[in-house]
C-alpha cells in the first residue's frame, strides 16, 4: 500500500481515500493534489514515486513537467500586462508586433490569440521538429502564415503555437520572455516553485514521466487537428528531453509543484490576493476569466467556452459545478483551477499520464469529493 503524505483537514478525509484510491487502483505512481481556500491551504497530499524503477519517492519537493497547463501562467502574465495598461486585450497584434499583419493577419486582435480564434494551430507544411527551438525562426513562421480558418468564426485549440503568439506579445512588450517575468515577478517574490524552462540545477528533482499507451481520441481529422497534433513535426524533437526541459516554451514546458499552482489560482481566487501581495486586481480577474467564445471546437473534440488563455468551466466541468471556475489542463492528467464562487484554488499534478485530452477521472474524482466535502 502506498503511503499518503502531507496535509488533510478532517473535512477532506473523503478526498484523501480517493487519492489512496488511485494508487491502489494501479492507476498512479506518484501525484499530488492541493487546495487553497481564501488564501490558507487546506489540503496537501502527494504520495507514490517520481521515478518508474520506484526508487524515489515523490515528495513535497518533487517538481512535475505541466504541460499545457504552463498555459495558465501565460494567461496571468499577459492579464498582468493588460491590469498595468500595457496592454489591452481588445488592441490588434500587429500593433505590438507588426510582422504578423501578413497573410490578413492585421485585424486580429490579442484575445481571439489567447482564446485560440486566429487560426494558428500548427504547420501544414513538413518542418524539422527541432526549429521549435528556435524561437525567432517559428515566431517568424506564424507572423507569415495564413490562418487555417477564418480568424474569429470558431475556436481551434493550439497545443504548442499558442506559447509563442503569446510569448512573443509579451515579450515585444515588456521586453522579457515569458520565463524570466514568471521568475522575477511571482516565482521568487512569492517563493513558488514554478518555472517556464527549469535551470538545470532543479533537475534533479523533476518526476521521470511514465508515458501512456493509446494515443488520444482527437475526433476531428481536420486540417486544423491534424497541423496541431498529427504530423511528425507536430511538436518539438530532436533534441532530447534535457534541451526541451531548459526551453522556454509557455505552453508546455512548466514545471511545478501542485502547491505552488494551487497558490496561484487560489490568488486568482481571492480577488489577486496571495501572501499580502495583489498579483492581479479583481477587475483584470473578471474580465481575463470572460468568456471569449464558445462553441465546438476545430481540434479537441469539445464544445469549449475560452477566455482568455483560460478554459472556463461552464461547457465540459472538469473542476467541480462551478460555472464562473476556470483554469487549465496538460497532457497526461494535470490541471489548475480558480472557483472565484468558493475563493478556491486547485491543481493536480502526476507522472503516471493518461492520455484523456481533458476531464482526467483521477482527478475529476478528487475534485469532486472535494466539493462534496465542501458542501457537507
Known amino acids: 500500500m502506498v503511503e499518503i503524505s502531507g496535509l488533510a483537514l478532517a473535512r477532506f478525509a473523503a478526498v484523501k481515500d480517493a487519492f489512496a484510491a488511485s494508487f491502489e487502483a494501479g492507476e498512479e505512481l506518484g501525484a499530488r493534489f492541493t487546495l487553497v481556500e481564501a488564501g490558507e491551504t487546506v489540503l496537501d497530499l502527494w504520495g507514490g514515486f517520481a521515478d518508474r524503477a520506484q526508487t524515489r519517492p515523490f515528495d513535497q519537493t518533487t517538481l512535475t513537467p505541466i504541460f499545457s497547463t504552463t498555459k495558465a501562467l501565460a494567461a496571468l502574465l499577459i ?16 500593433s505590438v508586433w507588426p510582422e504578423f499583419a501578413q497573410a490578413g493577419k492585421g485585424a486580429i486582435t490579442i484575445e481571439q490569440v489567447m482564446s485560440h480564434q486566429e487560426g494558428l494551430s500548427g504547420f501544414l507544411e513538413p518542418m524539422d521538429p527541432a526549429l521549435w527551438f528556435d524561437w525567432d525562426a517559428i515566431c517568424a513562421k506564424l507572423a ?6 477564418p480568424p474569429g468564426t470558431a475556436s481551434g485549440y493550439h497545443p504548442i503555437t499558442f506559447g509563442y503568439l503569446a510569448g512573443e506579445i ?27 524552462g527549469l535551470p538545470d540545477p532543479e533537475a534533479s528533482r523533476v518526476a521521470e514521466l511514465q508515458r501512456p499507451r493509446t494515443l488520444p481520441d482527437f475526433g476531428h481529422r481536420n486540417e486544423a487537428t491534424k497541423a496541431a497534433f498529427l504530423t511528425p513535426w507536430a511538436q518539438p524533437g530532436g533534441r532530447g528531453a534535457e534541451a526541451l526541459r531548459r526551453f522556454e516554451l509557455p505552453s508546455a514546458t512548466g514545471q511545478a509543484t501542485a502547491l505552488a499552482l494551487a497558490r496561484v489560482m487560489g490568488a486568482l481566487a481571492n480577488d489577486g490576493w496571495l501572501d499580502g501581495g495583489n498579483i492581479l486586481s479583481p477587475a483584470l480577474i473578471a474580465e481575463a476569466a470572460r468568456e471569449r467564445i464558445r462553441g465546438q471546437d476545430l481540434v479537441v473534440p469539445f464544445e469549449m467556452s475560452w477566455a482568455a488563455g483560460f478554459m472556463r468551466n461552464e461547457t465540459v466541468h472538469p473542476w467541480g459545478p462551478g460555472n464562473q471556475t476556470f483554469g487549465h489542463s496538460g497532457w497526461g492528467g494535470s490541471c489548475a483551477f480558480a472557483d472565484p ?36
Request: no cysteine; charged share 25%.
Open 79 to 94: 492579464a498582468r500586462l493588460v491590469d498595468a495598461g500595457s496592454l489591452d486585450y481588445a488592441q490588434t497584434v500587429a
Open 144 to 149: 507569415a502564415m495564413a490562418p487555417l480558418w
Open 170 to 196: 509579451f515579450r515585444r512588450v515588456d521586453g522579457r520572455t515569458m520565463g524570466a517575468a514568471l521568475r522575477e515577478d511571482l516565482a521568487e517574490p512569492f517563493g513558488l516553485e514554478l518555472w517556464i
Open 341 to 376: 464562487e468558493r475563493k478556491l484554488g486547485g491543481a493536480y499534478v502526476m507522472n503516471k499520464q493518461s492520455a484523456d485530452l481533458l476531464n482526467d477521472r483521477r482527478p475529476r474524482r478528487l475534485i469532486e469529493a472535494a466539493y462534496a466535502s465542501l458542501s457537507a
